[in-house]
């Protein structure tokens, strides 16, 4: 999953990679080097990847690897920049909603028969069908982030309101109405906040536990759009708290997950539904003796099933030293290691065995919460949808902005998602 902060712009990261020489895996002394472009950018996430290297390095005389930092907010254009001038680091960080076109595009090398069964083994199948294109291995998914509820759980105990579990959790229709019990504008106070900026990755994952699945793929391997039943419950129910029940704010549907915490912590939201890894800017920037904990996000007929696109580490085709890049991902991803990276980030990681680590199941920071959902995580609908960046930015986005907010109804937001959504699938799948 990506991070908030952005470090670098295009041109900065671009000229990084330049000055760092990616591309040219070799020295003159005949020793190997590779370039490992990480998009750490929480400084524990920054200090873990960076000393894993160092521990590489310093165990493995005759490959070294070098430490490039990029940005998640230029990744793609200047992955795609690197890939076309022939400087493309040879480990790459990056999502797997982002590698498809790359992939497609001949640009990362098919990992199948380069990693060890230990690692293969390790992460799970549904882990591995997030970065699996064409029948293909491009991408070693490591760390992965459920969406949850942050509640105020100090709101939730006066109200009485029966409190959700992994075993138990809340139904669709259920979290309405208790967004209702808790909040309904009065005196600017609401049940639940939707930070929605960018609000089609919720609505697709989410929609999963419903059994919503919006991109179909036919016999022949090509894809089209459907909006059935399934796939309406989780956006009406934000539409009719925003709209109906006024449970939820509208002015919070333009903003992003960091920018509805100043009116979480000021009590004007009893819930707000963010990714996992939120809960270190709550640590750090919540008040002194102010409560909150995670709570599991809304089951349908499918559970707490969950779509999610988690953190990749590939290979460039054009690396002249694939069996050492992955060698230093396999090294880089030992159990002990992925749980660093996981800490570090806040996340989970998806192999089995850092999973059972005592430290992701604590209750301080509410991390057992989180790692009782791993089971449930499965790939974004969307991931390997060649087109789906456009179909997101023109298609998509508008339209569930404008239902969200109540500009247009379900049948039109249909009709959109659907007829104008198919034009732009089609020009991808000639």
Partial sequence: MRGAPRLLTATAAALALLLTGCGDSGEDDGKITLQFQSLAWQKESVDANKALVKEWN?????????????????????????????????????????????????YLADLGDLLPE???????????????????????PFLQEPRVLIANSTWLKKSGVRIPTPGKPWSWAEFRRISKELGDGEDGKYGVAWPLK???????????????????????????????????IMPRTVHDQVNTDESASGTTLGMGGSDTLPGFFGGKYAMVPLGFSYRQQ???????????????????????AQGVSPQTLSVSEDSPHKKEAAEFIDFFLQPENMVKLAR????????????????????????????ALAADLRS????????????????????????????IGLDELRERLVKDGNLVLKRYQR
């Fill in 282 to 304: 709550i640590v750090q920037q919540a008040p002194d003796g102010f409560e909150w904990q995670v709570l599991p996000a809304p089951a349908g007929k499918e559970g707490l």
């Fill in 344 to 371: 570090g980030d806040w996340m989970l990681p998806t192999g089995k065995e850092a999973l059972k680590d005592p430290a992701l199941h604590t209750e301080k920071d509410d991390w057992a919460a989180g790692t």
């Fill in 380 to 407: 974004a609908p969307a991931q390997s949808v060649r087109g789906y960046p456009e179909w997101k930015d023109k298609v998509a986005t508008p339209a569930f902005q404008e239902y969200y907010s109540g500009a």
């Fill in 118 to 140: 230990r690692l293969t083994s390790d992460i799970p199948q549904r882990s591995w069908e997030t970065t699996t294109f064409g029948g293909k291995v491009y991408g070693v």
């Fill in 198 to 232: 960018e609000p089609v990755s919720a609505t697709l994952n989410l929609s999963l536990s419903t059994g919503g699945q919006m991109f179909h793929r036919g016999a022949d391997g090509k894809v089209d759009v459907r909006f059935d039943a399934a796939d309406e």
């Fill in 58 to 106: 310093a165990t493995h005389p005759d490959v070294r690897v070098e430490y490039v930092q990029g940005s998640w907010d230029s990744v793609h254009d200047q992955l795609l920049t690197s890939f076309e001038g022939g400087e493309a680091p040879d480990i790459i960080h990056d999502a797997s909603d982002d590698l498809a076109d790359f992939a497609y595009g001949g």
